[in-house]
């Protein structure tokens, strides 16, 4: 299995529109930071985790040409802006993409995204077909299990793939979505920033205790703001825990 972070950053993206505090981010390319997403591939199938508003962008930087599987894992726009951008795959691959979430996601892109759906669907627009994930699915030869946790106010689904285990968006995880995480290879974690605390992502230093009580081999924080400086921030994590930075593929 092959993973590239097609985005690493918090929401408004680093740096944000009109580049307001672009001075905070130093020349590392790694602290330019798109809107979180991450492609993953096997011998067999291509799926993406989440679509938000760079996500053409995305997709040819890294040169996705094939997408059999989309999953969300909610439906604030910095995760599903990019929806539209999938219509080019429909063009391509001739069909319609299976697309899996929650019920409370796949309820709010129906209505943000009607001219979508219905009796009234736009001619040539995106054509997805949506599933209510409640539990472990087989997709070809991907095991996917939903992981259920907390984001501040809202309830948000992240995914096991096989030995990968992708969260976004974090501030609390119940101990039935820790237990289903464990004998991880890898894991992927949000973590805002290193101080103060936020009410609804976990900041670094709370990301690494996570990651210490899961045990999983090898961590890599997303969803990072401008404040948080890939070398500096590196260096004071530890080992076992890495910022991931747009582009970055891992293999396992």
């Keep these: 299995m092959k993973c590239t972070f097609l985005g690493t950053g918090t929401s408004m993206g680093v740096p944000v529109a009109g580049g307001f505090g672009s001075e905070m981010i130093k020349s590392d390319p790694r602290n330019q930071r798109y809107r979180c997403s991450v492609w993953v591939q096997t011998k067999d199938t291509s799926v993406v985790i989440d679509t938000g508003p760079e996500f053409r962008l995305q997709t040819i930087r890294s ?12 439906e604030h726009m910095d995760h599903i802006a ?33 001219y979508m759906f219905g009796e009234n669907k736009y001619p040539g627009s995106t054509s997805v077909e949506m599933k209510v994930m409640n539990g472990s699915t087989r997709f070809r030869d991907i095991e ?18 096989n030995d990968f285990s992708y969260l976004t968006d974090v ?12 004998g991880s290879k890898v894991l992927v974690l949000s973590g805002l920033r290193w101080e103060p605390k ?10 690494v205790e996570v990651a210490n009580k899961l045990g999983v081999p090898k961590t890599y924080l ?20 890495r910022l991931a930075y747009d582009q970055l593929e891992i293999t396992l």
């Design 82 to 114: 990019g929806l539209d951008d999938l219509r080019a795959y429909n063009y391509s691959q001739q069909g319609t993409i299976p697309l899996y979430s929650s019920q409370q996601a796949i309820d709010s892109i129906k209505r943000r995204f009607e």
């Design 171 to 182: 501030k609390s995880i119940p101990k039935e979505t820790m237990e289903k995480i464990e």
């Design 222 to 241: 997303i969803h990072m703001n401008a404040y948080v400086d890939h070398d500096d921030s590196n260096r004071r994590l530890p080992d076992h825990v």
């Design 144 to 161: 996917i299990t939903p992981l259920r946790y907390n984001h501040g106010h809202i309830d948000v689904q992240g995914y096991r793939l």
């Design 63 to 74: 040169g996705i040409k094939w997408i059999d599987l989309v999953l969300i894992t909610h």
């Design 198 to 207: 936020h009410p609804t992502h976990l900041t670094i230093p709370e990301a």
